[in-house]
């Protein structure tokens, strides 16, 4: 479950501003047509402008709204997990750098950890992380990471890692 909360939230912004811009354009559009709106009768230029410019405000405005419930949605389920869920003590397996992506301008790592119950292993994998939390593992002698499991579905969890970015101050 490595979906990232923040960019739920930007994309629901981005597509948020740009359907607002279209809806703005095509007020303007009405406004400088001198029409009422109830003569619209798509017979001049700027009417036919001002529908389409209401047609792509609709059309960007939608993603905005899928995106802003998934950024809800997904914060719901972290604390119905936080709260609800079975909380797990996962044996760290690694840290692992993901050289591919580009994450707060610099390499993310995660944090994969593995947890056996009832004769089934599961494998939990962190979100981003912006550093490499090896070291702080190693000073403090932490060898597993709470995890908050779904008591009926353990693929369903939310692996909590403000226990280190409450004590990690970077440079």
């Keep these: 479950m490595m979906v990232y909360r923040s960019l739920y939230k930007i994309l629901a912004w981005v597509f948020f501003g740009i359907g607002v811009a279209f809806m703005v354009a095509g007020v303007i559009a009405v406004a400088v047509s001198g029409i009422p709106l109830v003569d619209f009768t798509l017979e001049t230029d ?25 950024y809800v949605t997904y914060g719901r389920r972290i604390e119905n997990l936080r709260s ?6 996962a044996i760290i397996d690694e840290v692992r750098p993901l050289f591919g992506y580009s994450y707060d301008s ?4 995660i944090i994969v950890c593995r947890w056996e119950h009832e004769g089934m292993v599961y494998i939990y994998r962190s979100e981003y992380i912006s550093f490499n939390p090896t070291k702080y593992f190693a000073d403090h002698d932490i060898k597993t990471m709470p995890i908050y499991v779904d008591r ?3 693929k369903r969890y939310y692996m909590d890692i403000n226990v280190l970015t409450r004590n990690v101050v970077l440079a």
């Design 46 to 70: 700027t009417e036919i402008v001002a529908l389409i410019m209401g047609i792509m405000a609709a059309v960007m405005l939608l993603p905005a709204v899928i995106f802003a419930g998934m």
């Design 84 to 89: 609800g869920g079975m909380k797990v003590d």
């Design 106 to 109: 610099s390499c993310p790592f």
């Design 152 to 154: 009926y579905n353990p």
